[in-house]
């Protein structure tokens, strides 16, 4: 069973500070997928990073995947009130197949204060 | 958002009530699937489909079964609800791309069950 760590669990900043999110994992994905979700709505998709070693930017957030593909990291910027919400990290099996599932991490709540 | 619809959006039942949710995709997926949320635990996966009439279960399927008669709707049903299942429901869709392949959320449906 593939289980992904997600931490911290819970994460209350003030406007304008810098905050990493970390997923780990000892298992290998294909990829891995960032989404956020904010209250009484479904997890929107971020990001997906394939290769080992990988950034992406989008905007204020940067996203990396390990070089050995078992964690990622989401970095966000000077934070903002909008960046309030749920984010949850998720991997994709190394297998494809007709038993594609993902594997997602517990979620890190994020709220930012102004 | 990948064209995904869920009903109802809320409901409210009593326990040993049947219960019928719905997933409606307009864009033709091959995949789809259904999770639930609860704080403490993420998202867990409860049954998924590959195709019209190939479903199999994930980590959470007892008291749970689905069905998907034709490719745009994957429907779960709770037999006997209990409190236990009182929950946020998602469906999800799975898309392929060149590279890798992304799951995209509905809009959830809460049902309590007292």
């Known amino acids: 069973t593939q289980l992904l760590e997600q931490s911290p669990q819970f994460l209350s900043i003030q406007e304008g500070e810098n905050l990493t999110v970390y997923c780990n994992s000892s298992?290998?994905?294909?990829?891995l997928q960032w989404y956020r979700q904010e209250p009484g709505e479904g997890p929107v998709l971020l990001v997906t990073?394939?290769?080992?070693?990988e950034v992406k930017k989008l905007k204020r957030l940067t996203f990396q995947f390990g070089d050995a593909r078992k964690d990622s990291s989401l970095h966000i910027t000077a934070a903002q009130p909008g960046d309030t919400g749920l984010y949850l990290c998720?991997?994709?099996?190394?297998?494809?197949?007709?038993?594609?599932?993902?594997?997602f991490g517990k979620g890190t709540l994020l709220t930012v204060n102004p | 958002d990948a064209g995904i619809t869920q009903s109802p959006r809320h409901k409210v039942t009593e326990t040993g009530t049947p219960v019928t949710l719905r997933c409606h995709q307009t864009?033709?997926?091959?995949?789809m699937y259904w999770y639930r949320q609860d704080p403490g635990h993420g998202l867990r996966l409860i049954h998924y489909?590959?195709?019209?009439?190939?479903?199999d279960k994930g980590e959470v399927s007892d008291g749970y079964s689905v069905s998907r008669s034709k490719t745009e709707d994957f429907l779960l049903t709770l037999e006997s609800a209990t409190s236990s299942q009182t929950s946020v429901y998602f469906c999800?869709?799975?898309?392929?791309?060149?590279?890798?392949?992304?799951?995209?959320f509905g809009p959830g449906t809460r049902l309590t069950v007292l």
């Open positions: 864009e033709n997926h091959r995949y």
């Open positions: 998720a991997g994709a099996p190394n297998s494809g197949g007709s038993n594609y599932k993902l594997t």
């Open positions: 489909s590959y195709g019209v009439k190939d479903t």
């Open positions: 990073v394939v290769t080992g070693g």
């Open positions: 298992s290998v994905f294909s990829s």
């Open positions: 999800a869709i799975k898309t392929q791309g060149a590279i890798t392949d992304t799951q995209y």
